[in-house]
Nanobody, 117 residues
Framework: QVQLVESGGGLVQVGGSLRLSCAAS????????NGWYRQAPGKARELVAT???????NYADSVKGRFTISRDNAKNTVYLQMNSLKSEDTAVYYC???????????WGQGTQVTVSS
């Protein structure tokens, strides 16, 4: 069984910063943490940023230049540094993982990010 645990969310003012962490535990052999998604109230879950095991990154246009995704493969952890936060970044942030070749994807429980103006 795989567990993904997100942390680092909280309440921050517009223009502030937060750093999210996603740590994997359990049966992590071959597991790849793909990246971060978010879901705001009343909206669909959307991609925020992804990172390959080789470190190739991809960002949603709305966060480019403000967010940075990184990973520590030895710790089975992926990070999301969020700077210059905007009110529209308010959402529950989830990390996503899978084992290549398997159908199932794994999600964490999410961490709330609230940006106040």
């Amino acid at each position: 069984q795989v567990q993904l645990v997100e942390s680092g969310g909280g309440l921050v003012q517009v223009g502030g910063s937060l750093r999210l962490s996603c740590a994997a535990s359990g049966s992590t052999f071959g597991l790849n943490i793909n990246g971060w998604y978010r879901q705001a109230p009343g909206k669909a879950r959307e991609l925020v940023a992804t990172i390959s095991r080789a470190g190739i990154t991809n960002y949603a246009d709305s966060v480019k230049g403000r967010f940075t995704i990184s990973r520590d493969n030895a710790k089975n952890t992926v990070y999301l540094q969020m700077n210059s936060l905007k009110s529209e970044d308010t959402a529950v942030y989830y990390c996503n993982a899978n084992i290549p070749g398997q159908i199932s994807y794994y999600w964490g429980q999410g961490t709330q990010v609230t940006v106040s103006s």
